[in-house]
């Protein structure tokens, strides 16, 4: 397809948050930029503590709030010399737009602000979500958002290649402890090795049968880092091995559930425990921003509202294999999907991209699922 004009719209947004870096906990210039933007729009525009910001716009009269939400932060660039283009350059060929962000999520934040600029004669309010820190804390920010202004629905923008998401995996982070006794190597038995049990612990967990849903399919556990005290150490048995594991998680599992199913499997290993990680990120704005590494995962319980969304756009659900600021909506009962431009592949890759075609078309596809939900 050849490359569209450069001058439109949703395009030269995306082009200019994609030139401002902006890592988690690091989003600040884009945070002006988009406010700036947001103004221009006719958007009334409020930051939060966490240095998020937001766009409202009231309709005609008294009606439904309705949030889109997309996040800013990306994932870092952490070798920029593999990269063909530049991360930050916003470059246009090959009917794409390349660079860091474009698919994670500011496609997706440039198209949900010129819909909802554009969308005419409509009841209550809807407010466009510039949300921080949603790569390490996800849905943390959007929580405060929810607490600030209750939503009668929520759209998170996230590359679904223009699908309406309708379920969505959650994430669990954990980490395992084995403790032993230290030696001198020379006397191994004099010592405890915790390395030892930690090898045993692991094998049990992955060993542990986990659930499956038909449509997100089956959960993972999967270990991502291992290791040991003391550390460097070139004549000691180690006194202390620690392990963490990433979990998917399908819907109707806790924190407890998830605890409760891996202390079974580690049942009468001495010296082995288990718990949820904590993650926390100071926020461009100062303020200190922590939560437990649990996400829950949701699946839609309104059919009659998934089948008119689906309807207006003319397209197949989706479920997604990777959490979202989403679960902050579902966990607190409100209808929440997900929708946006590009492909989840793209995210976190060296030379990420977004189609330019799915970029020109966002826009109207959240005019088609707004004037649904609102009956224009």
Known sequence: MADPDSSSPVLELCREFVRIPSFSGQEGELAAAVATRMGAMGFSVESDSTGGVLGLRKGRGPGPTVILDAHMDTVPVPDPAAWRHDPFGAEIG?????????????????????????????????????????????GAALALVLERHPADLVLVGEPTCLRLGTAQKGRAGLLVEATGRGAHTSRPELGDNAIYKMLEAVSRLRA??????????????EL??????????????????????????LPGETAQTVLDRTRRAL???????????????R?????????????????????????????ALGTTPF??????????AAARGIPAFLLGPGAIEQAHAVDEWIALDQLEAAPR???????AFLGR
């Open 283 to 311: 926020c461009h704005s100062g303020l200190d921003l922590a939560m437990p590494e649990f996400v829950p995962a949701w699946k839609n319980q309104d059919a009659a509202l998934e089948a008119r969304l689906l309807g």
């Open 365 to 371: 596809a959240y005019t088609q699922v707004l004037g």
């Open 94 to 138: 090959q009917g794409r737009l390349w660079g860091r962000g474009s698919a994670d999520t500011k496609g997706s934040l440039a198209a949900m602000l010129c819909a909802a600029a554009a969308l005419e004669d409509f009841p209550g309010t809807l407010i466009v979500s510039a949300s921080v820190c949603e790569e390490d804390l996800t």
């Open 267 to 281: 049942d009468g290993l001495e010296g082995v425990s288990v718990r949820l990680m904590e993650s926390r990120r």
């Open 224 to 249: 991502i880092e291992i290791d040991s005290e003391p550390r460097p150490s070139p004549g000691m048995v180690p006194h202390l091995c620690r392990a963490r594991l990433a979990l998917r998680l």
């Open 319 to 328: 479920a997604a294999p990777f959490t979202t600021n989403a679960s902050a």
């Open 208 to 221: 542990l049968p986990l659930p499956a849903d038909p449509e997100l399919g089956p959960g993972v556990c």
